[in-house]
C-alpha cells in the first residue's frame, strides 16, 4: 500500500525555494517565544495566513488516496509555500522491502505553492484549500512549529500508512497548536474498519484492492475511531469542515477548489479480477481432478507447481510478521500461503507425502473457519477449495 506518496523529488522541487526558504525562516525566528502586542496581533493575522489543503486521488497506486499539505503565507516575507510531509525518494537502497517492514522514512518539505498545484494540475487531480479559522497566537504557534519541523534534524520522520503518513502530520501541525479543544462531529464513515476505508478508494482497482488485503491481517478489520480514520485525506478534510474548537468556534470558515478537475481514478488494465482468476485456477483443479479418475492418471507436476506457489507467496506473507505495521503481523491468510509447502514438493513427487496432506488440509479447514474474524482477499476462499481438493485427492491416492 503507497498511501499519501507524492513525487517530489524532481528538479523543480529540489531547486525548491532557498531564497524564500531563508525569508521564511528568519522571520519566524525573529518572532519566536515573543507574546504579540495588540498591535502585533493585528499584523500577524492580516500577514499570516495557514490553510488545510486537499489533494484527490490519482491514478497510480501509490495516489488512489489522495494527499495532504498546508498551505502557509507570510505576507511580510513574501513567502507563499505548500508544506508537504509526503516526500519519499524511490531511489533509496531497498525502497519496497523497507516501505512493506514499516522501516521507511518521509521527509518534510517546503516549496513553492504554485508548483504544488502545477504538479497535481498535471496529474489531473483535484486540489481543496480549507480556510482556518485561527486566532493570532494560533497562527503564530502554528508558524514556530513548522520552523522548528523544518529544522534538518526533526524533517525526517518513520512513515506508517495507518497512523503516521503525511494527513496524520498536517492534521496534528493544525490540532496540536489551537488554544482550545478540537471537536469533531459524527461521521458517516462511523464503525468502518481500516480495510473498509481502504475499499472505498480500490473500487477500479481490483488488484490493488486484493494487493492490501493480502498484507492487512486480522487487526485491519476492527472498527476505526475518528482519529484512525483522519489517515485518508478525505475523511480530514470532512472532519475539519465540521469540527468545531470549545464547542463554539468553527475551524473551517469556507473552502475553495483551486484546481477543479473530475475524479478519475482510472481502472485495472489486466482483464481478469482476482475472483475470476480464483474460478479459473478452481475449474483447472475440478477439470484435471476429474480427468485423473476417468483416464488413471496422475498430475504431481500440477500439484508440484501449486505448492511451489503456494509456498513462495507464503514467504512473503511469513515475513509481515516481523513488520512494523501492527495490521499486518497477525494474518489468517498465512494458514493458506505459508512457507510449509515448499517443503512438501519433494516428497510428494516421491509418493511420500501423507502426513504433509493431512497437515495442509487441517491448516485450509482453519482458514476457512478464520474467514468469520478476518475478511480475506477476493479470490482467496475460492483458492483454499481448489487446495482442498488436490489435498484430498493426493491423500487418496496414496493410500
Known amino acids: ?62 495516489s488512489l488516496y489522495g494527499h495532504t499539505a498546508l498551505h502557509f503565507i507570510d505576507r511580510t516575507n513574501g513567502t507563499d509555500v505548500a508544506v508537504n510531509w509526503g516526500i519519499f525518494d524511490f531511489n533509496k537502497p531497498n525502497f519496497v522491502g523497507r516501505f512493506v517492514f514499516g522501516l521507511t522514512d518521509y521527509l518534510m518539505g517546503i516549496y513553492p505553492f504554485e508548483a504544488f498545484l502545477r504538479e497535481y494540475e498535471a496529474e489531473g487531480r483535484w486540489v481543496k484549500e480549507q480556510q482556518l479559522n485561527l486566532t493570532p497566537e494560533e497562527k503564530l504557534s502554528i508558524a514556530e512549529a513548522i520552523w522548528e519541523n523544518y529544522r534538518p534534524e526533526n524533517r525526517e520522520y518513520r512513515y506508517n500508512y495507518f497512523y503516521d503518513n503525511c494527513t496524520t502530520r498536517a492534521r496534528d501541525m493544525i490540532a496540536d497548536h489551537l488554544s482550545g479543544k478540537l471537536n469533531y462531529q459524527q461521521s ?3 464503525g468502518l474498519s481500516f480495510r473498509d476505508l481502504v475499499h472505498q478508494y480500490c473500487r477500479q482497482h481490483p488488484w490493488a484492492r486484493f494487493g492490501n488485503d493480502m498484507l492487512l491481517g486480522l487487526q485491519a478489520d476492527r472498527p476505526t475511531t475518528t482519529r484512525e480514520r483522519q489517515f485518508l485525506p478525505s475523511e480530514t478534510m470532512n472532519d475539519f469542515d465540521r469540527a468545531v474548537v470549545d464547542g463554539n468556534r468553527r475551524l473551517v470558515t469556507g473552502t475553495t477548489t483551486l484546481v477543479d478537475i473530475p475524479e478519475n481514478p482510472g481502472e485495472s488494465s489486466f482483464p481478469l479480477s482476482p475472483r475470476a482468476c480464483g474460478l479459473l485456477l478452481l475449474g483447472i483443479v475440478v477439470v484435471l481432478t476429474i480427468w485423473e479418475f476417468i483416464a488413471r492418471k496422475d498430475f504431481r507436476w500440477f500439484d508440484a507447481l501449486l505448492m511451489l506457489l503456494c509456498g513462495l507467496s507464503g514467504i512473503v506473507l511469513f515475513t509481515m510478521l516481523f513488520s512494523q505495521h501492527p495490521t499486518v503481523r497477525l494474518n489468517l491468510q498465512l494458514l493458506l ?11 510428494m513427487l516421491k509418493g511420500k507425502c501423507r502426513w504433509q496432506y493431512t497437515m495442509w488440509i487441517i491448516l ?36
Open 337 to 347: 500461503l505459508n512457507p510449509l509447502p515448499l517443503f512438501f514438493i519433494w516428497p
Open 364 to 399: 485450509i479447514c482453519c482458514f476457512i473457519v478464520g474467514s468469520f474474524w478476518q475478511t480475506y482477499a477476493e479470490g482467496m476462499m475460492t483458492v483454499a477449495y481448489s487446495l482442498f481438493i488436490r489435498n484430498t485427492k493426493r491423500l487418496k491416492s496414496e493410500k
Open 1 to 62: 500500500m503507497y498511501l499519501c506518496a507524492v513525487k517530489c523529488e524532481k528538479p523543480l522541487f529540489r531547486i525548491a525555494f532557498l531564497a524564500l526558504t531563508l525569508l521564511f525562516v528568519s522571520g519566524l525566528e525573529c518572532r519566536a517565544h515573543k507574546e504579540p502586542s495588540p498591535e502585533a496581533k493585528a499584523r500577524i493575522d492580516s500577514t499570516l495566513s495557514v490553510s488545510f489543503i486537499t489533494c484527490g486521488p490519482g491514478a497510480e497506486a501509490y
Open 188 to 190: 458517516a464513515n462511523e
